[in-house]
């Protein structure tokens, strides 16, 4: 509401008192100030279900496939690694098992990076295969700024890792909500010569608030720009969030994209093709996760 040159928010405190005479007669004012609010902020549905079209899976002619663990580590990839010279994988804890597998099936080495521990767990046979990275992954480099774990943007990390490499790249990345600075930060000319992302996206509901609709819709649009989604698997380690009249979103998705110069058609998937065989629960002691499918046809 506009006072004067001034935007009051519905939080401020002359909001109420200036606004007064548009409180509907059923309302009292810490109720009409919640309902502004909400809808100041809210995303228009129109906006959040045309993104989400957007993501919508295609079947590009490549079969998905299974590389890692059977619950979390594990994800689906499309059957394409054959000239993909090398994995960078910000965020791997104690998990290795996508690398490791990347290794010993394929002979595609890998670099890891992540701040929280010391060395990654790998069988002594590969471990000339894999480096190691002690830091964390941004839109910048901290460098010689950080008297801490140093934060390295991924244009900077892979460039210093990528000399001795020919061919593609594949990325895959699981760094605890840090996905969208990185990812925005990420140089084109890097990002086309990607042929596989996957990518684990938290908070995904918030797309539903306004300000924060504007970047993670930026975000997406800057991949799609190269990639397609080929597929989308809800965690179950975190829930899901309704909004609207039914939209549901999970918190947390792991998203496979291929890269556009790789497909062989392109078709949109169906609402009954929305689980896939080889998917597995991220956290096997939680309830299967399943979001209403929006993304979908309905064929």
């Given at each position: 509401?506009?006072?004067?040159?001034?935007?009051?928010?519905?939080?401020?405190?002359?909001?109420?008192?200036?606004?007064?005479?548009?409180?509907?007669?059923?309302?009292?004012?810490?109720?009409?100030?919640?309902?502004?609010?909400?809808?100041?902020?809210?995303?228009?549905?129109?906006?959040?279900?045309?993104?989400?079209?957007?993501?919508?899976?295609?079947?590009?002619?490549?079969?998905?496939?299974?590389?890692?663990?059977?619950?979390?580590?594990?994800?689906?990839?499309?059957?394409?690694?054959?000239?993909?010279?090398?994995?960078?994988?910000?965020?791997?804890?104690?998990?290795?098992?996508?690398?490791?597998?990347?290794?010993?099936?394929?002979?595609?080495?890998?670099?890891?990076?992540?701040?929280?521990?010391?060395?990654?767990?790998?069988?002594?046979?590969?471990?000339?295969?894999?480096?190691?990275?002690?830091?964390?992954?941004?839109?910048?480099?901290?460098?010689?700024?950080?008297?801490?774990?140093?934060?390295?943007?991924?244009?900077?990390?892979?460039?210093?890792?990528?000399?001795?490499?020919?061919?593609?790249?594949?990325?895959?990345?699981?760094?605890?909500?840090?996905?969208?600075?990185?990812?925005?930060?990420?140089?084109?000319?890097?990002?086309?010569?990607?042929?596989?992302?996957?990518?684990?996206?938290?908070?995904?509901?918030?797309?539903?608030?306004?300000?924060?609709?504007?970047?993670?819709?930026?975000?997406?649009?800057?991949?799609?720009?190269?990639?397609?989604v080929v597929h989308i698997h809800p965690n179950n380690c975190c829930g899901k969030f309704e909004y609207y009249d039914g939209l549901q979103i999970p918190g947390l998705a792991e998203?496979?994209?291929?890269?556009?110069?790789?497909?062989?058609?392109?078709?949109?998937?169906?609402?009954?093709?929305?689980?896939?065989?080889?998917?597995?629960?991220?956290?096997?002691?939680?309830?299967?996760?399943?979001?209403?499918?929006?993304?979908?046809?309905?064929?």
């Amino acid at each position: 509401m506009w006072s004067g040159d001034c935007w009051l928010t519905p939080d401020s405190d002359r909001y109420i008192f200036e606004g007064a005479e548009s409180i509907p007669e059923n309302y009292d004012g810490l109720e009409f100030r919640y309902h502004t609010l909400l809808n100041e902020f809210r995303t228009p549905k129109d906006r959040v279900v045309d993104l989400l079209a957007l993501l919508q899976p295609v079947n590009n002619g490549h079969r998905l496939m299974r590389i890692g663990g059977a619950s979390d580590g594990g994800y689906l990839v499309p059957d394409d690694l054959d000239g993909v010279s090398i994995c960078f994988s910000p965020g791997v804890q104690h998990i290795s098992d996508f690398e490791i597998e990347l290794a010993t099936k394929y002979g595609i080495k890998s670099s890891l990076i992540d701040g929280s521990i010391d060395e990654p767990v790998v069988p002594a046979d590969i471990s000339t295969m894999i480096s190691f990275t002690k830091g964390w992954i941004g839109a910048y480099n901290t460098g010689a700024y950080s008297t801490d774990i140093p934060t390295y943007s991924l244009n900077s990390w892979i460039s210093e890792h990528i000399r001795d490499a020919h061919g593609d790249i594949l990325l895959q990345i699981d760094i605890e909500d840090a996905e969208w600075e990185a990812l925005l930060a990420l140089d084109l000319n890097l990002q086309r010569r990607m042929r596989i992302i996957v990518c684990e996206f938290g908070n995904l509901q918030y797309m539903t608030h306004l300000r924060e609709f504007v970047w993670i819709n930026r975000i997406f649009q800057k991949i799609l720009l190269t990639h397609d989604v080929v597929h989308i698997h809800p965690n179950n380690c975190c829930g899901k969030f309704e909004y609207y009249d039914g939209l549901q979103i999970p918190g947390l998705a792991e998203v496979t994209f291929h890269r556009k110069d790789r497909t062989k058609l392109k078709q949109p998937l169906h609402k009954h093709q929305f689980t896939h065989p080889l998917d597995q629960d991220c956290v096997p002691s939680n309830p299967p996760l399943t979001v209403a499918p929006w993304l979908f046809t309905s064929n």
